[in-house]
């Protein structure tokens, strides 16, 4: 028995509710092989009584069967969360220049996260709010196109990027940094890598608020993000159907685990009107407001199917930069933005 051998099975335990092994999230701070046995140290830092339970549960299976192992014992250090509030918690921003995180997330792609992201970051900024966005979405990066951005960064004297700016907006994606046709291939900790460069290493100036457009599932960059940066809310983004809302509890269940509140669920796709003014419920009905009520959080708005919110986003122009008066998708975006300042207690 070696100490190999025991880090190889512990890489079989998933942390709960992300795709990632304990052994690279750094979780396992020691092996000790002992006559007639094994100890396992483990260190977790969480608020949820069944992550430390699950990891020694599931560190048992992957270890008691290992021929000639012996006893096995796993010593679990859990260190309690940051409170929501508390200096290190939710509530205090761990980037320099940068007052509230929100997170825009959702359990699957295709759901319309990043054009819901966008034009929230529009209509906050459209508040008088100085907002940015950052697109954590390495491999499918739309942020750029969304705005219209085809420049590319520069950096400063400390080797920070500078973020460019469109439609009042700070923007920092790998759309930037990127031609179209060049993909992103890399592997866990490249990835981990350039999430905390675009978090850490980024000039934000003087923001109200930061939107991060997270890319879609309960994978790495996820916990990254979560790890790195204090972040004071999350908004889930969902179709109606039920393929979309059993992903979207997977991604309200990841942050109930390290402890960031949901601010809500937004409903994207939720109908077509047709010029004769009659919905069509393409993606089924009623879906996302069962779901708010069921997980218990916020319905913070409905989003139907809209042409003229597609062209926007290809064309570089959000849909909610027209007048809410006069555009019922715009003021859609507006009132999410108004209940997600109420929600983060900003006047």
Same mark, same amino acid.
């Given at each position: 028995?070696?100490?190999?051998?025991?880090?190889?099975? =512990?890489?079989?335990?998933?942390?709960?509710?992300?795709?990632?092994?304990?052994?690279?999230?750094?979780?396992?701070?020691?092996?000790?092989?002992?006559?007639?046995?094994?100890?396992?140290?483990?260190?977790?830092?969480?608020?949820?009584?069944?992550?430390?339970?699950?990891?020694?549960?599931?560190?048992?299976?992957?270890?008691?069967?290992?021929?000639?192992?012996?006893?096995?014992?796993?010593?679990?250090?859990?260190?309690?969360?940051?409170?929501?509030?508390?200096?290190?918690?939710?509530?205090?921003?761990? *980037?320099?220049?940068?007052?509230?995180?929100?997170?825009?997330?959702?359990?699957?792609?295709?759901?319309?996260?990043?054009?819901?992201?966008?034009?929230?970051?529009?209509? =906050?900024?459209?508040?008088?709010?100085?907002?940015?966005?950052?697109?954590?979405? !390495?491999?499918?990066?739309?942020?750029?196109?969304?705005?219209?951005?085809?420049?590319?960064?520069?950096?400063?004297?400390?080797?920070?990027?500078?973020?460019?700016?469109?439609?009042? *907006?700070?923007?920092?994606?790998?759309?930037?940094?990127?031609?179209?046709?060049?993909?992103?291939?890399?592997?866990?900790?490249?990835?981990?890598?350039?999430?905390?460069?675009?978090?850490?290493?980024?000039?934000?100036?003087?923001?109200?608020?930061?939107?991060?457009?997270?890319?879609?599932?309960?994978?790495?960059?996820?916990?990254?993000?979560?790890?790195?940066?204090?972040?004071?809310?999350?908004?889930?983004?969902?179709?109606?159907?039920?393929?979309? !809302?059993?992903?979207?509890?997977?991604?309200?269940?990841?942050?109930?685990?390290?402890?960031?509140?949901?601010?809500?669920?937004?409903?994207?796709?939720?109908?077509?009107?047709?010029?004769?003014?009659?919905?069509?419920?393409?993606?089924?009905?009623?879906?996302?407001?069962?779901?708010?009520?069921?997980?218990?959080?916020?319905? =913070?708005?409905?989003?139907?199917?809209?042409?003229?919110?597609?062209?926007?986003?290809?064309?570089?122009?959000?849909?909610?930069?027209?007048?809410?008066?006069?555009?019922? *998708?715009?003021?859609?975006?507006?009132?999410?933005?108004?209940?997600?300042?109420?929600?983060?207690?900003?006047?």
């Amino acid at each position: 028995m070696t100490v190999e051998t025991i880090k190889d099975a =512990l890489k079989t335990v998933r942390y709960p509710g992300f795709s990632r092994d304990i052994i690279s999230f750094g979780l396992v701070k020691g092996i000790e092989i002992e006559q007639g046995g094994v100890r396992v140290k483990i260190e977790v830092q969480t608020r949820d009584a069944s992550v430390p339970e699950t990891i020694f549960r599931d560190c048992h299976s992957a270890l008691d069967e290992l021929p000639g192992i012996g006893t096995v014992t796993v010593d679990i250090s859990v260190k309690d969360a940051p409170a929501a509030g508390s200096e290190a918690g939710v509530g205090k921003s761990s *980037i320099p220049g940068v007052k509230h995180i929100i997170a825009v997330a959702s359990g699957k792609g295709g759901v319309g996260k990043s054009t819901v992201a966008a034009n929230l970051a529009v209509a =906050l900024a459209n508040s008088g709010a100085r907002v940015g966005l950052c697109d954590c979405d !390495l491999y499918g990066p739309s942020v750029a196109m969304m705005f219209g951005v085809k420049e590319r960064p520069l950096a400063n004297d400390q080797d920070e990027i500078i973020p460019l700016e469109a439609h009042g *907006i700070q923007l920092m994606s790998m759309g930037c940094l990127l031609d179209d046709d060049s993909p992103v291939i890399v592997r866990g900790p490249m990835a981990t890598r350039y999430t905390q460069q675009f978090l850490r290493q980024v000039a934000w100036n003087q923001l109200d608020y930061l939107v991060l457009d997270l890319p879609p599932g309960t994978g790495d960059i996820q916990l990254t993000i979560v790890q790195t940066v204090a972040v004071d809310g999350a908004v889930i983004v969902t179709t109606p159907q039920e393929v979309a !809302l059993i992903d979207a509890r997977k991604a309200v269940g990841m942050f109930a685990k390290v402890n960031v509140p949901i601010l809500g669920l937004i409903e994207n796709m939720a109908w077509f009107e047709c010029d004769a003014g009659k919905r069509y419920m393409i993606f089924g009905d009623g879906g996302g407001v069962r779901e708010a009520a069921r997980l218990g959080v916020p319905l =913070l708005g409905q989003i139907p199917l809209d042409l003229p919110t597609r062209s926007g986003g290809d064309e570089g122009q959000p849909v909610a930069l027209k007048d809410p008066a006069t555009n019922p *998708i715009s003021a859609a975006f507006h009132k999410l933005a108004q209940d997600v300042k109420a929600a983060l207690a900003e006047p």
